[in-house]
């Protein structure tokens, strides 16, 4: 079963635009992280948070993380239109190697 | 340096068909994945080998076999394929130990069982 939901399933916005995505999850984590998956693509990895985290930035992205509510959040600011692409939220409810990813948000960046 | 490479690409079978879809990776990772991605559904995990000789069901294992050639080599077969497993396919890898780690995907393979 799914661990992972992202919400909302799909997001329209404006190039320069703010972009926020939520993931939720039913069980206890070790660590969250983003993908991101271009149309026809495989995934690539974005950013890492643990448990013990509640903020993670990197470049454009913003990651929250709450553990009391098992809720996690990806913001991409001054989005832009090479930022159209599916993401991917990725729990580890069992183990390091045991992944569980949600449906995903899609994400279109109109220029 | 190549990453995950994946054969083939695209691929149909008919129903009852065998077939390998072959991974590679050039990373000198210890572990390596196969995940299947349905529409609507995110990506499940078929199988994992955390180390090179030795392999562990996942989410979804039913219908594949898979065998950890060496380090770098991670196969996946579908022994009498069915209209069920058309999806696409994709091979992952990654650097344990630690906290979960960071996995790097191949291209995906489409598969189509008609």
């Known amino acids: 079963s799914q661990q992972g939901e992202e919400d909302p399933q799909a997001l329209s916005i404006q190039e320069g635009e703010n972009a926020t995505m939520n993931c939720s999850y039913k069980?206890?984590?070790?660590?969250l992280q983003w993908y991101r998956q271009n149309s026809g693509r495989g995934l690539v990895h974005l950013i890492l948070?643990?448990?013990?985290?509640r903020e993670k930035h990197s470049g454009r992205l913003r990651v929250t993380l709450d553990t009391s509510k098992k809720s996690s959040s990806l913001l991409i600011t001054a989005s832009r239109a090479a930022d159209t692409a599916s993401y991917f939220c990725?729990?580890?409810?069992?183990?390091?190697?045991?992944?569980?990813f949600g449906a995903g948000t899609r994400l279109t960046v109109k220029p | 340096n190549a990453g995950v490479t994946q054969t083939p690409k695209f691929q149909v079978l008919k129903t009852g068909q065998s077939m390998t879809l072959q991974c590679a990776q050039d990373?000198?990772?210890?572990?390596m994945y196969w995940y299947r991605q349905d529409p609507g559904m995110g990506l499940r995990l078929i199988y994992y080998?955390?180390?090179?000789?030795?392999?562990d069901k996942g989410e979804v294992p039913n219908g594949y076999n898979v065998s950890r050639l060496n380090k770098r080599e991670f196969s996946l077969r579908l022994e009498s394929a069915a209209p069920s497993q058309t999806s696409v396919y994709f091979c992952?890898?990654?650097?344990?130990?630690?906290?979960?780690?960071?996995?790097?995907f191949g291209p995906g393979t489409r598969l189509t069982v008609l």
């Open positions: 948070i643990r448990s013990n985290e």
């Open positions: 080998s955390a180390s090179e000789g030795t392999t």
């Open positions: 992952a890898s990654s650097f344990p130990p630690g906290p979960t780690d960071t996995q790097y």
């Open positions: 990373m000198n990772h210890n572990s």
């Open positions: 990725a729990t580890d409810p069992y183990n390091n190697n045991d992944m569980r």
């Open positions: 069980t206890s984590i070790n660590n």
